[in-house]
């Protein structure tokens, strides 16, 4: 039986987060240079994005440029912008044909000039598309994103906006950068490393976490459907017991 088949169509997460994990070494177990190694996890993005669409994931976020990712060497940083900015130009027309929508979290006014000016354009050209929404995550940093969201709170509670009791768990994701988008229901993780990395603290309260061995430039179409398959084997329970989760699905 093909891994697809297996799939329950009822039960595909609307969001998928991802931590793109093992350029580099994939990169090094083939004698290449590490930027070899992003060039390939670009095809992955790539077949990620057209997986989803036809599994009908409505919402992706890659986590491609952390805050920490800073301190690499100066040449790898030019090779990822620039892999960023040719991956764009490549790829808008694409997108925009088959209805999906760019948006980004992070500071990505902190971004060279260019990587800036082509992100803004491809979201501009995208933005009314439907059918799936990919959000880099770029320059990002999750307790930044938290501490830029306290400081809203503050001022909102300097301007007697809202008191300091009234402030919900709501009104305080509505401060964040994914204001508009739900959390994810899942998170893959790819090479083997187990933790979060300060991406989307906030977000993932409640959302399944899958690592896996692959590195991502290997992580493709039966990879994800096989990670799907096996979030779909996980009970979700939400703080409650087995047994109310099968009469509220019931
Ligand atoms: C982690 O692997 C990967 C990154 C920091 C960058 C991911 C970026 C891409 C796949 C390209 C992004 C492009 C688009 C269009 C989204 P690593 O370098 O940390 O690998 P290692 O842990 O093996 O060294």
């Not at 890659?62 to 060497?73: C, G, K, L, Q």
Request: a negative charge; aromatic letters at 8%.
């Amino acid at each position: 039986m093909s891994l697809i088949s297996q799939l329950d169509k009822e039960n595909i997460p609307r969001h998928i987060a991802f931590i793109m994990d093992g350029n580099g070494r994939w990169a090094k177990s083939r004698g290449q240079h590490r930027l070899f190694g992003h060039s390939s996890g670009v095809e992955s993005v790539k077949e990620i994005i057209k997986t989803s669409r036809e599994l009908g994931v409505e919402y992706l976020t890659m986590y491609a440029f952390s805050t920490e990712n800073w301190s690499r060497p100066t040449d790898e940083i030019e090779g990822l912008m620039n892999l960023l900015v040719e991956a764009i130009s490549n790829e808008v027309d694409e997108m925009d044909a088959k209805n999906v929508r760019l948006l980004t979290i992070g500071n990505i006014k902190g971004l060279p000039g260019n990587c800036y000016d082509s992100l803004c354009q491809a979201m501009e050209r995208t933005k009314n598309n439907t059918a799936l929404t990919l959000v880099l995550a770029l320059n990002y940093s999750a307790r930044q994103e938290i501490l830029n969201a306290s400081m809203q709170a503050h001022q909102l509670m300097l301007q007697s906006k809202i008191s300091p009791e009234e402030l919900t768990e709501e009104i305080f994701a509505s401060l964040l950068q994914t204001k508009e988008i739900p959390d994810p229901e899942l998170l893959i993780r790819t090479s083997g490393e187990c933790r979060i990395s300060n991406f989307l603290l906030w977000q993932l309260s409640y959302t399944e976490l899958l690592f896996t061995e692959t590195h991502w430039p290997d992580f493709r179409r039966e990879a994800f459907i096989d990670a799907i398959c096996k979030y779909q084997k996980r009970e979700r329970r939400f703080g409650m017991v087995s047994e109310q989760i099968k009469n509220t699905n019931e």
